[in-house]
């Protein structure tokens, strides 16, 4: 199954397959302000499992993302590893009847045609920090004084 081609995601979180392989960083146009060139590639891993009784995706990330420290406003890498189970819903209204028992549930409406990369891109937009910063103690001091400066 090549990794590009849209998949019906229900009948895949059904089958119990996996898929998994590379995208490069123009495959992820959204990204394109998070992503560099020197990035290479965003490996994920997809699988078809069940997740309390209901089909679902499951979803492994590793990329790396460029941020800005919002408080030196220099640029810094971030690995993400993400591993996320989405439950896949036959249709809004059983979408609708899962959120109304469980509201912080991350699940997807079934799609016959699902591109990995879209997926793949939620994922990293949701996991991308609001505000990104360094950790404490790395922020880069001439950046920190320039900021400071004004
Ligand atoms: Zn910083």
Redesign the pocket.
Known sequence: MSARRPFDSLQFAKSGESLKGTLRVEELPRLSDSLRPEDVAVQYRLDGVLASGRPALRLKVEARVWLT?Q??M?L?PEMLSLDTVLPVARNEAELARWESLDPMLDALVADPGLDVAVLVEDEILLAIPLVP??PEG???PA?LALVGKN
Do not use: A, T
Request: glycine share 10%; with cysteine; charged share 20%.
């Open positions: 420290c408080l030196c220099s810094y910063m360094h790395e922020c880069d950046g």
